[in-house]
């Protein structure tokens, strides 16, 4: 029997329990974030949902994310972040060499694009390459599939490989119970504004619970309706993360998510006659050669090389502030050594 039973519809299980108890400090208690709001959070707690206090910005525990699973004192005060078991990154918003977390112990990613505007095949596979490199498994929703003239499915299963691909209308009810059914554990939904998502959301949690918006009808883009991210039981079990919507989807470390999202090119490579062959003319090069025979389209690869080359410099970005942060810290310590040879020699 699972132990803190109002922790169960918000995915507190066996398995998260097995994981987490021999962790949880003496004087605390687990519990799963809500939602965030800077200095505090709402949290799901054995004793059903409360306030909490969250350490400050530069204290161990921070950088807190809706899903994540802490522990809490006495005090309704945040104690420990316990492990992540997957985490949806992008690169910052504010254009930093830092990570930013969208969503925390994710188990499926909703993929959302509206099937009745423009579906950008590139927008999804970057979409993808963040989800498979959350270690959740994603899913590609066209939405409002009602309002479109025609669903582009065949289009986009050819962008994503290893992920399933539905279309669905929450307005009319058609694919929800086939949506429902490819639902696991703790589901985050992801995707520009006006993609439908805060619909979805709650077409599947059966009730009003987050804000809608109606899209511009000249150019089918939408605003911000959904400001914070928010976790909420679905009614068959499972949890389910609402997002805001994301203009800037930038890559953070996200190596293995290109190799799965492009994995028909990573196989195309793999054939190559050279080990260290870049695609770029040289004899024996298969992916040029599924390029020219039509089984690879243009467009794809072009987007495999964008995200590639953007995730290089990332990390190349990345390291930098790192040494950085190194250099620092010697200079800081050398000073310090100085001060002190200079001080004992004063003594004399």
Known sequence: MVENDLLVPYGWTEAVADEYASLIEEGCVPARVIRMDRSECDVATPTGPARASCPRADAEVSGLCTGDWVTIDAESMVRQLLPRRSAIMRSSASGRSQGQVLAANVDTVLICTAADGDVDLGRIERMLTLAWESNAQPIVMLTKADAAEAVPLDDVRAVAPGAAVAAVSANSGAGLDVLAAMLDGTVALIGPSGAGKSTLANALLGQEVFATNAVRAADKKGRHT?????????????????????????????????????????????????????HNGEPGCAVLEAIDNGELPQRRFDSYRKLAKENAWMAARTDKRLQAERDRHWRSVIKQQRQGYKERGSRR
């Open 226 to 278: 959904t400001v914070h991210r928010e976790l909420r039981p679905l009614p068959n079990g499972g949890t389910l993360i609402d997002t805001p919507g994301l203009r800037g989807i930038g890559l953070w470390d996200a190596a293995e998510g290109i190799e799965k999202t492009f994995s028909d090119i990573e196989s195309l490579a793999a054939r190559c006659r050279f080990g260290d062959c870049a």
